[in-house]
């Protein structure tokens, strides 16, 4: 079942909120009343430390749930702040909670969009793990671009990549800037081009 069609499952119509970019769509240590679905837009969920830095410890994009854990919290564990101006679904917690009880085709529904979020998470990590910003790089973009593919679209700007892939921006640029001179790839309008296989 797709995204889409899992929405338009739910027991009762999911209302939408419009969010400016900037704004917060929850607290950490707000009372959890509902789960998200982006329609549109990005969203970041970000953590504060002890210390008072903030940790993205996601990037939720159009077509992903996000803040599943809190259907088993009482509080939410981040902020949401919205990326760029995003229309957000709505789906309530108690309504969530009632149609798992319900309806098996429905949570095997549900269960499908979290395993490909999963698998998505896992890949991110696995990127993660890569020392070399060359090779985390290459890596994400021989992912992001498939088998038949050159070009990996960007989903935002350099800084946001820089920040999916856990690098400084300045490490960012200067190895694109290597693999550029090197001939390895390319800097198209809004993505990557790899000019040689890697």
């Known amino acids: 079942m797709a995204f889409e069609q899992l ?15 900037g704004q917060a769509l929850f ?7 509902a789960i998200f679905a982006v329609e549109r837009g990005r969203l970041r969920l970000i953590r504060h430390t002890v210390d008072d830095r903030k940790v993205v410890l996601h990037t939720a994009r159009g077509g ?9 919290s009482d509080t939410y564990h981040c902020d949401a702040i919205a990326d760029l101006a995003s229309r957000i679904r709505v789906l309530s917690k108690p309504e969530l909670l009632a149609a798992f009880r319900t309806d ?6 549900f269960m ?12 991110r990590l696995e990127l993660r793990s890569i020392r070399s910003a060359r090779e985390r790089l290459l890596q ?7 088998r038949s ?8 700007s350099l800084m946001d990549l820089a920040a999916e892939l856990g690098f400084t921006h300045e490490t960012l640029y200067r190895t ?4 550029e001179g090197e001939g390895v790839l390319e800097r198209v309008d809004g993505g990557l081009r790899l000019l040689k296989p890697v």
């Open 140 to 146: 994400h973009l021989l992912l992001a671009v498939g």
């Open 104 to 109: 098996a085709a429905f949570v095997l529904a």
């Open 27 to 33: 607290r950490q240590g707000d009372a959890v009343t």
């Open 7 to 21: 929405i338009a499952a739910l027991p009762s119509v999911a209302p939408t909120r419009e969010l400016a970019a």
């Open 112 to 123: 499908g969009v979290l395993a490909r979020q999963v698998m998505a998470l896992r890949t």
């Open 64 to 72: 992903e749930l996000f803040a599943e854990a809190a259907l088993f």
């Open 149 to 156: 593919g050159r070009t990996a679209r960007l989903d935002g």
């Open 176 to 179: 694109l800037a290597e693999l």
